[in-house]
């Protein structure tokens, strides 16, 4: 049975990081491709940052390129989220997702994805 699961995340102060991490089961993750997503009170979920399956490529959203990196280590089925520089506008509960998907481009919007965590949560307030 599938099983995505996050942690990492907590109370961090402005300008501080955290690395989110986001363990897989129930399935290889050769093909498929893994998504951090975040649902801020009141507001819809957004694609945060996203991984193709081969790892070669990465989507970020605007506001946090530059700042948010994400990785894969599929030895471990294992998705990372480093996020550094943190404002207040980044608290959120985080979510990772999954999707077969060999193709080179990932798609990093919530519709296109099947699998999904129950997320974590990440404050960041001074």
């Known amino acids: 049975q599938w099983q995505l699961v996050e942690s990492g995340g907590g109370l961090v102060q402005p300008g501080g990081s955290l690395r989110l991490s986001c363990l897989i089961s129930?399935?290889?993750?050769?093909?498929?491709?893994i998504g951090w997503f975040r649902q801020a009170p009141g507001k819809e979920r957004e694609g945060v940052s996203c991984?193709?399956?081969?790892?070669?490529?990465?989507n970020h959203a605007d506001s946090v390129k530059g700042r948010f990196t994400i990785s894969r280590d599929d030895a471990k089925k294992t998705v990372y989220l480093q996020m550094n520089n943190l404002n207040p506008e980044d608290t959120a509960v985080y979510f990772c997702?999954?999707?077969?998907?060999?193709?080179?481009?990932?798609?990093?919007?919530?519709?296109?994805?099947?699998?999904w965590g129950r997320g974590t949560q990440v404050t960041v307030s001074s």
């Open positions: 997702a999954a999707v077969y998907d060999a193709t080179d481009d990932p798609i990093c919007v919530p519709s296109h994805y099947d699998y």
């Open positions: 129930g399935f290889t993750l050769d093909y498929y491709a």
């Open positions: 991984i193709s399956s081969s790892a070669s490529f990465t």
